[in-house]
């Protein structure tokens, strides 16, 4: 009998050795990373190319790299075209506050506007907290007329502000231009973002 485990005693370590190097190799050790390249994302947006370092294999033109972007995302043609079209609104919106407010005063309008969505954000997350509260994690609402009103209070803080930032003469041409920009937007779209501040 002592012959006999004498005889198997290899053949266990064997199968001891087996099994610790794959616990090892397939638990224990990590894989080695792929080697990933940077992009420096604000510089190809602000050139509107690749920069020189970067291999020609990455370089693509925009149509190809956007059609390889929604292959991989939730992002629908008809939403990024939306996206573009409330991009070059709010580009074209900044661009005639800026007009009107004139260079001096448009950062810390740009700084305003920042702070007052900041606000509502919140205003809008504390009266979730509130609901859930009150009924639970599974409740269904639109927003109510009170959230509205706390919103436009917000809203109008910030535009009072505005007036005696910039005087009544230029806070005239600023609401004009808001409520001009506002109807273009709804005559031009089925759906669209009023700009209220």
């Known amino acids: 009998m ?19 190097f794959s ?14 390249m940077a992009l420096d994302w604000d510089e190809l ?29 939730n992002v629908t043609k008809d939403e990024e075209d939306r996206f573009e079209e409330y991009d070059a609104m709010e580009k074209k919106w900044l661009s005639t506050v800026e007009g ?13 506007r920042e702070v007052n969505e900041k ?17 639970g994690d599974k409740f269904n609402y639109n927003i109510s007329e009170d959230q509205s009103v706390r919103e436009k209070e917000i809203n109008q803080r ?15 041409a600023y609401i004009s231009a808001r409520d001009k920009i506002n109807e273009e937007n709804r005559k031009s779209s089925k759906e669209f973002i009023q700009v209220e501040f």
């Open 2 to 20: 002592i012959n006999r485990f004498k005889k198997s005693i290899p053949y266990l370590l064997i199968v001891l050795f087996v099994g610790y």
């Open 23 to 36: 616990y090892y190799f397939f638990i224990v050790r990590k894989p080695p990373q792929e080697q990933s």
């Open 45 to 73: 947006d602000s050139t509107g190319s690749a920069p020189n370092n970067v291999p020609a294999s990455i370089k693509t033109n925009s149509k190809e790299s956007k059609a390889h972007e929604r292959e991989f995302s």
């Open 100 to 112: 009107i407010i004139g260079p001096a005063h448009y950062p810390r309008y740009l700084e305003m």
């Open 119 to 135: 606000e509502k954000m919140q205003a809008y997350k504390e009266y979730h907290d509130y609901l859930r509260q009150k009924y």
């Open 158 to 172: 910030y535009l009072k502000d505005l007036l005696k930032l910039i005087g009544e003469q230029k806070f005239q």
